[in-house]
């Protein structure tokens, strides 16, 4: 983005500038162009750094990284679909067949070339035969661009389609790496677009808090509320809307049901979804309904609210997500050694989970630097055994030279906080 003094900053980490989603001549907005080819870009450069000669991409995040091309998320991850990243070359995508290839031809002109795509999964006794087809058409790509005797990395593993490329005499190893490493630092105009997303569910949740969110109503109606706001807006997908009452929110049940919200509960909702330009919204708000926090339920909230500012407070360029995870509350997370996903925190982008995740069970061990333009949801739990309610939050957040500026801004619960 263009710098100015008066800015005193850069204007992607400065959260209350926000573009609208509408293009005109007189703003530079966000620029989709430069977003292609600077995600281009960064591919590539992953690519160099793990000595891949090309990556086969078969998840729907990663294809529309490379590629630009999104047409909606039934098919992302179903394998009917697939992208060849070969270097030194344009990416090419292998589109369904019919209307599917047409308007990724039409939508899509920065792209040099469209392919049938063949859909070998759940295809039966023809699996072997189709698989072998998908293969030959990935293997033709990357004989076509001298490529096809180095290391070609894919993203996903299915034994079929690793079994079938094997034999078209591909050397296939892992290339989630480049592609998690490419995604996790985000460019200037991702930045714009988890903006816009962040403005839109500060939006939703004070909606819920304000309007939806009333004794009588059920959970299934405020999810209902948000998804519509949302769609609205023009987000291109509501993932989940967690909203979780009462008794609901001890032990934590992270969906919404039928109960009905009752004057005195604990309200714990959860955005996520993918606003207009592609980029993920995740995060939580907890609040009282019609009633006044009690001293317990003000000390769980502090418990909360403290330990996810401690934890966010530990970001900055060149800290690690051991600095981070070192102020999560023990909790499940070491006791099993495994990730609760409640004192936690991920990157965000195209998905909801990508790039870096930070949990007691292992980034204390093994430490991952965090770096400009991560971009991060942060999310703390204050659960115990017999409570009869409790707490979850959540902010996002964008790693800067300077430490960290939040791009989540709705208001938390002053009067949880003693204010």
Same mark, same amino acid.
């Given at each position: 983005?263009?710098?100015?003094?008066?800015?005193?900053?850069?204007?992607?980490?400065?959260?209350?500038?926000?573009?609208?989603?509408?293009?005109?001549?007189?703003?530079?907005?966000?620029?989709?162009?430069?977003?292609?080819?600077?995600?281009?870009?960064?591919?590539?450069?992953?690519?160099?750094?793990?000595?891949?000669?090309?990556?086969?991409?078969?998840?729907?995040?990663?294809?529309?990284?490379?590629?630009?091309?999104?047409?909606?998320?039934?098919?992302?991850?179903?394998?009917?679909?697939?992208?060849?990243?070969?270097?030194?070359?344009?990416?090419?995508?292998?589109?369904?067949?019919?209307?599917?290839?047409?308007?990724?031809?039409?939508?899509?002109?920065?792209?040099?070339?469209?392919?049938?795509?063949?859909?070998?999964?759940?295809?039966?006794?023809?699996?072997?035969?189709?698989?072998?087809?998908?293969?030959?058409?990935?293997?033709?790509?990357?004989?076509?661009?001298?490529?096809?005797?180095?290391?070609?990395?894919?993203?996903?593993?299915?034994?079929?389609?690793?079994?079938?490329?094997?034999?078209?005499?591909?050397?296939?190893?892992?290339?989630?790496?480049?592609?998690?490493?490419?995604?996790?630092?985000?460019?200037? !105009?991702? *930045?714009?677009?988890?903006?816009? %997303?962040?403005?839109? +569910?500060?939006?939703?949740?004070?909606? /819920? $808090? =304000?309007?939806?969110?009333?004794?009588?109503?059920?959970?299934?109606?405020?999810?209902?509320?948000?998804?519509?706001?949302?769609?609205?807006?023009?987000?291109?997908?509501?993932?989940?809307?967690?909203?979780?009452?009462?008794?609901?929110?001890?032990?934590?049940?992270?969906?919404?049901?039928?109960?009905?919200?009752?004057?005195?509960?604990?309200?714990?909702?959860?955005?996520?979804?993918?606003?207009?330009?592609?980029?993920?919204?995740?995060?939580?708000?907890?609040?009282?309904?019609?009633?006044?926090?009690?001293?317990?339920?003000?000390?769980?909230?502090?418990?909360?609210? !403290?330990? *996810?500012?401690?934890?966010?407070? %530990?970001?900055?360029? +060149?800290?690690?997500?051991?600095?981070? /995870? $070192? =102020?999560?509350?023990?909790?499940?997370?070491?006791?099993?050694?495994?990730?609760?996903?409640?004192?936690?925190?991920?990157?965000?982008?195209?998905?909801?989970?990508?790039?870096?995740?930070?949990?007691?069970?292992?980034?204390?061990?093994?430490?991952?630097?965090?770096?400009?333009?991560?971009?991060?949801?942060?999310?703390?739990?204050?659960?115990?055994?017999?409570?009869?309610?409790?707490?979850?939050?959540?902010?996002?957040?964008?790693?800067?030279?300077?430490?960290?500026?939040?791009?989540?801004?709705?208001?938390?619960?002053?009067?949880?906080?003693?204010?």
């Amino acid at each position: 983005m263009t710098q100015h003094p008066f800015l005193a900053g850069l204007h992607e980490h400065q959260p209350r500038r926000v573009f609208s989603t509408s293009g005109t001549d007189w703003q530079g907005r966000v620029n989709f162009d430069r977003l292609r080819r600077e995600r281009l870009g960064r591919a590539r450069e992953m690519m160099e750094k793990h000595d891949l000669g090309a990556l086969i991409l078969f998840v729907g995040e990663n294809v529309r990284y490379v590629t630009g091309v999104y047409q909606g998320n039934w098919k992302n991850n179903i394998f009917i679909r697939y992208a060849v990243l070969p270097r030194g070359k344009d990416p090419v995508l292998f589109e369904t067949v019919g209307s599917d290839m047409i308007c990724a031809q039409i939508d899509a002109p920065w792209l040099h070339e469209v392919r049938p795509a063949i859909t070998w999964k759940w295809s039966e006794g023809a699996e072997p035969e189709m698989a072998t087809r998908m293969a030959a058409s990935i293997a033709d790509v990357l004989r076509e661009a001298g490529v096809h005797k180095e290391q070609i990395g894919i993203d996903i593993m299915d034994m079929v389609a690793y079994q079938a490329l094997t034999k078209q005499g591909l050397n296939i190893v892992n290339g989630w790496p480049a592609m998690s490493q490419a995604r996790v630092v985000k460019t200037v !105009d991702e *930045l714009e677009c988890h903006k816009i %997303a962040a403005a839109h +569910g500060d939006a939703a949740m004070w909606m /819920a $808090k =304000h309007e939806w969110a009333k004794p009588g109503v059920r959970e299934a109606e405020v999810c209902a509320k948000v998804n519509e706001y949302l769609y609205r807006s023009g987000f291109d997908f509501v993932y989940d809307i967690i909203v979780a009452s009462g008794g609901n929110t001890s032990p934590y049940r992270r969906w919404h049901t039928d109960k009905i919200i009752r004057q005195g509960d604990l309200m714990i909702i959860d955005i996520n979804a993918v606003g207009p330009g592609g980029y993920f919204i995740d995060f939580v708000r907890c609040w009282k309904v019609a009633a006044k926090p009690t001293p317990k339920e003000r000390a769980l909230y502090r418990e909360c609210y !403290d330990s *996810l500012y401690a934890a966010i407070h %530990a970001v900055k360029a +060149g800290a690690t997500s051991a600095d981070v /995870a $070192k =102020h999560f509350p023990e909790y499940d997370d070491d006791k099993y050694g495994s990730v609760s996903l409640q004192q936690f925190a991920h990157s965000i982008g195209l998905s909801l989970y990508e790039g870096m995740w930070i949990s007691r069970a292992y980034s204390l061990k093994y430490p991952a630097e965090l770096k400009p333009n991560m971009y991060f949801a942060i999310e703390t739990f204050a659960g115990h055994p017999g409570l009869e309610q409790t707490v979850r939050l959540e902010e996002n957040l964008v790693v800067t030279d300077k430490g960290y500026e939040i791009f989540t801004l709705c208001e938390h619960a002053d009067d949880m906080l003693g204010a």
